[in-house]
């Protein structure tokens, strides 16, 4: 995901600590055993880099491979710690899921494509358009022939 920020509850170690210990004693072992894996000052270095990075990202949402427990642990911390947080419920596999039916729904849908001469008000109709997007607006793909102040055009992965 673009701009992300990787900020796990576990490592590698803990977490597989952790998934051995829940295939061999149950979901209640498992969660004992990740509090005490994290837990004094190594729940306190992560709790100062979430809320670091929930500061610098005040649009930003909490997910995870699944949004199980672990992602819900986090936004329980962050909320006792004063950060109000939203988590995708689902996790990055809901949201996936969630974007591949809205393509499959959009595939379905009539797409008018708008061309023309450069300031014959293509931009201007799109965006009377109810459902209008404009590609070139997103993507900051101007010219300078009208004066414009120009923005960098952004990389296709980034719009």
Request: proline share 5%; net charge positive; aromatic share 4%.
């Amino acid at each position: 995901m673009p701009a992300a920020i990787n900020l796990p509850l576990m490592n590698n170690d803990e977490r597989a600590a952790v998934g051995t210990c829940y295939k061999q004693q149950g979901s209640d072992a498992a969660l004992a055993l990740g509090h005490k894996l994290v837990a004094g000052e190594i729940r306190q270095q992560r709790m100062d880099a979430w809320r670091a990075a929930c500061l610098q990202n005040p649009q930003g949402i909490l997910c995870c491979a699944r949004g199980g427990q672990r992602s819900h642990i986090v936004q329980r911390w962050l909320h006792e710690a004063g950060i109000d947080y939203p988590l995708v419920e689902g996790g990055y596999k809901a949201l996936r899921q969630t974007a591949i039916q809205a393509t499959i729904e959009l595939a379905q849908k009539p797409i008018v494509l708008i061309g023309g001469c450069t300031g014959s008000g293509k931009t201007l109709l799109v965006q009377q358009q109810p459902n209008g997007v404009d590609l070139e607006g997103l993507a900051r793909h101007r010219g300078s022939a009208f004066g414009r102040t120009l923005q960098p055009q952004l990389k296709p992965g980034k719009f």
